[in-house]
């Protein structure tokens, strides 16, 4: 009897059988392979798809234990018409309006300032005199060279224009935490409903940063709320007489939320970039994550720079993990530097909460002082290190406001400057080059591999003077980078253009 014979299957059988298996094996691997990829959120092309991968640094092996700062001497709050600088300059501006004549030269009561203001520029008049300086020179000067220059940022400006449009449409609170943090947003004053118990605060932060990213958020970090960083008055929606000494029960824990601003624009800093890319997108991820916790049942403020802020985001970023505090004063992430612009929602949502890290840039910023040498107003500092800088009872960078403020509105284009974000070597993007040098300066504890990093940003970064960048005749409005081809005015707008010098 034949083989064939014996198994019933002749030789080309056989042949033919082992092959359609073999090929229907292939094409089940190829289907099961299609599948396993099309789940994968990398392959989700299409808008805002993208973020959850977005926070690939691994923070494990940085993390230390909390908090990341201590109060070394007696802690005060910051004042939202003193410390804060928008405040304070608004303040100051509608002062100055009534009394027009004024100047340092008269006593500071003639201002008619409210006492709180009047005491900080007691205690600070280097704050004054840049104020002063703001609307008696720096502003009536901008007016001037906008009506001779401005015609070259007329696309810088109406880029900024389209998110600005978006800002209309982010609610702020109307009214005390302890009642518009219950309500439904646009829910024509419809209270939330009762909260829907999550299994454990880790699941709970989990999902909480999986919706954060999906709603549009590059970095999410959590955070025990500390009330040291609110502010001491101010608060949106509180009447006169509110009791800012009072914690609101229910701001027990920080959601902070980041995104980037669009790196070649950001590189176009100061007079053909803007912010308002990000803090659109980032107030709108905000309010979408307020309106989703809202609906489970959990009491939500959002701090934003379109709704704006009842704390100070930059200690907050650094204990929820995202970062590490640099010689700017604000934080600087593994991702993506100082570039990003973050909001923060204060919650009872009972989450796990985020360990601070330090990734090298507290050792990095005391050998590296690019930002100061590049900051046209000088607004930070030169020192070696943040010792001794003790600001409302906490020891850290800090940046005189007012003289970036007033550099603020010398600035062309849309208001602003973000230089020291520019030239910051961790503000780079995502390359394997800034990859390799993040992570070999990172694990390095004997700072040979910052000092390298240095010397070649040194080298082959080439950037204008400080000067360069003022107005004329002290500068020419340089730019730290040309701007993008799409905010070349001079290609797509047929108007007259007077070009204000080089690189602008
Ligand atoms: S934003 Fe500009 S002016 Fe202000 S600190 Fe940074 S570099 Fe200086
Ligand atoms: S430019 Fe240098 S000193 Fe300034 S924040 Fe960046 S790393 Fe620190």
Redo the contacts with the bound molecule.
Sequence with gaps: MSDDEKTGLSRRNFLMVTGLAGLAAQTGGLVAAGIRTGRDPRTFTGWESYNPGTQFFDRRRFEFDGPAYSPVGSVSRPGHRTDYVFGRVATFERAFARNPDWTLDDPIEGLGLPPDLEAFYREFPERLEWDFRTFSETIPNNRRDRREYGDHYRLAEAYAAGFEAHRALIPSPQSPPEVSDYLRPRGRGARIPEPVPFRSPELAAEFVKELAHRYGATLVGIARMNPDFLYSDGWRGCPPGHDFSRLPEHWEYAIVVGVPMEWDVVLASPHSSTSSDAYDRISTTAFRLEGCLKSLGYPVRTHSPDAGYDLIVPPLAVEAGLGEL???GYC?TPELG?NFRTAVLTTNLPMAVDRPIRFGVAE??NK????AEGCPSGAISFADSPDGMVIRGYEHWYINNGACYNYWRETMGPMGCRL?IA????SRKNSWLHSVARDLDARDPTGAVSSALLVMQERFFDAPDAEAYRRPPHGEFANYRPPPRFLDTERYLDIPVTRPGKGG
């Design positions: 640099g010689r700017t600087i100082g990095f910023c590296c002082k690019l930002c020291c030239t910051c070597p961790y």
